[in-house]
């Protein structure tokens, strides 16, 4: 009888090789996978089927762990990966209480089901919300943590000892005692029988072993060597390439088509003609560009082509004027708004789109009896059930695909490009791989809304004695979640509003939805605290003026409730040297945000030329996130966050005119460029709390430390994003 120990014994004298590792124990399944120490292709990069999640002969306690008779441990993600590092995030989690060897880790895209990998915040298994790692710090330890106790139990029953006794560490289960280990390879199918303990305890963080350090990222190597898949690189047999135009005006739909000149140019296959768009279909992006760009189209237009951005600003701040839902009210508001210094200032947020390096895009071959897609795709369960409803079949009918994001930022929890390229698929009888140009994608994109929020405030010695603030925009969560838009308030439009820091004892928050007049709103990065934290923390720092007290200073005061904020605080003053002097026309400006249960304080000193253009000269952030899983990662999530948020500060806004997205690539929706960049220095503050979000932190954080920078700078108070420079220009009056 081959016992488990024997097995043990002979793959340790004979080890795995290389050649058959990488073909027997990691290709024979695995879509995604990072073999660390070889830093290879581990997997056929360009293979866009992702294998099914064969489970036989492997030790498979749950949903999330897979460990073969060599050792080799997948571990499957159920968030996905778009830049943010969640997959080695959450591999170390997993890997944590699995006491896994972390040269033998692999990865596997969760395919579509709520059930088992469903974000357990939302239900849905969909990735956003600076949440992977707060919803999911529990569920996987806890995962990892009961395989790890049935490996060692099944040692234990080999050795006939109690568990208790052995030990588990990098893949091994160790009995001191008798100086026996066995590999979690040679223990994989006798754990598969045993039965899953309950309440596993789990490790106190000061025994973390991959927790907390800075960990190289594990997609790293293929994304700077080429060989990572995104879902614009899917390649099939006898695939044709699309591209599509839709009416420029929303809503608007197709009037006429003159596809003759279209079908003339070389390449070109077919064209599609539906009733919102048109498509192109080539045998390379090339022809279908240029046999797209051939056609005459007439569009029906419709009511929409009579809106502009004068009548949705005009719509939104009528509305804005209503009484609002209220979400959260301490105190007694009218008292205090009746006594003391008032202060009332609106604060208005435009347009934003999305604009991610990989432009929208699906790939899709759609059969009589079954439907095969290939994207990237934050929400995978809902494109699987849209594209079964585009494609006419059941949902076991649909296959989909999932690679990694090209950057997501909100716009990749729709499904609408999916289930476009599923009905021009529809159309012929091969694959079809459908991508948007950098014009359709910014000029239909589903837009960040536009906001207007009103603060009506009260100074007491020197404090802020009351404090109403009103929310009017649209309500995304109603469209995206309408389970979670409940008595009139959208819970994510007054995130970081009902939550701010500051100890004021009469507070009140409402919420006015708004829908804005024919233009889309979805969720963007940073979602609600986006618009909150830059109207709150303007106004702090104009309620600190008007006390006569310095913004920080101001701040502190307000703060004995929350020692974690008071810290960051008083640490990113002291790092970026608050109260050092600065040359004329150059200041400093701060932010504090208790965002994702994160909370981060941001400095940003800022020069403002004469004809009132912004130098970036340096930014301090310090963040307390509870346990920073990665730590290096929490710093490149914050440095990419403030380059994000200031340059929509500086620079971004969607513009309507006559039904149109008048902005089409990024000549007129800039970016910062890099001789732009200031220096960043970011701060983690070792905690032991339960780990917050940060993928989004530090979006919120740069327009209204820059805003309150210019303010310090000039004397001019901005209250509406993107800067005005012409306001800020020498000779204005603040």
Known sequence: MLTAEKLHQENSTGGVSR????????????LLAFHLPLRAASYAMNEPVQP???????FAPNAFIRIDETGNTTLIMPQVEMGQGTYTSISMVLAEELDADWTKVALLHAPPNDKLYGNPTFGLQVTGNSNSIRAWWKPLRTAGATARAMLVQAAAAEWQVDPASCTASKGEVTHAASDRKLGYGALALAAQG??????VPLKDPKDFVYIGQPLKRLDTPEKVNGKAVYGIDALLPDMKFATVAACPVFGGKVGKVDDTAAKKVPGVRKIVVLDDLVAVIGDHMWAAKKGLEALKIEWDEGPNAKIGSKEIWQHLRT??????????????????LATGDKFEASFEMPFLAHASMEPINATVHVKPDSCEVWTGTQIVSRVQSEAAKAAGL??????VNNHLLGGGFGRKLEPDMVVAAVRIAKQVDYPVKVVWTREEDIQHDVYRPVYRDTVTATLVDGKVAAWKYKVAGSAVLARWLPPAFQKGIDIDAIDAAVDAPYDIPNFR?????????????????GVGPNNNVFAVECAMDELARKAGKDP???RRAMLTSKPRALAVLNSAAEKANWDQPLPPRVGRGVCLQPSFETFIATVVEAEIDEMGEVGLRRVVSVVDTGIAVNPDTVKAQLEGGLIFGLTAALYGEITIDKGRVQQSNFHDYRMLRIDQMPKIEVHVVKSGEPPGGIGET????????LRNAILAATGVALRRMPIDRSLIAVGKKA
Request: glycine share 12%.
């Open 509 to 525: 928050v409402e919420y006015v939805r708004v829908e804005p007049p024919a233009v889309p709103t979805g969720f963007w990065r």
């Open 19 to 30: 050649r058959a590792l990488l073909t027997g124990g990691l290709t024979t399944g695995f």
């Open 194 to 199: 045993q039965t899953p303990p309950k309440d």
């Open 52 to 58: 099914p999640d064969v489970t036989a002969g492997k």
């Open 319 to 336: 509305a804005s004027e209503k009484d609002g839902a209220v979400a959260k009210s301490v105190g007694d508001i009218a008292k205090g």
């Open 698 to 705: 530090g979006v919120n954080a740069g327009p209204p430390a």
């Open 552 to 554: 920080v200073e101001f």
């Open 394 to 399: 059941p949902v076991e009918k649909v296959i």
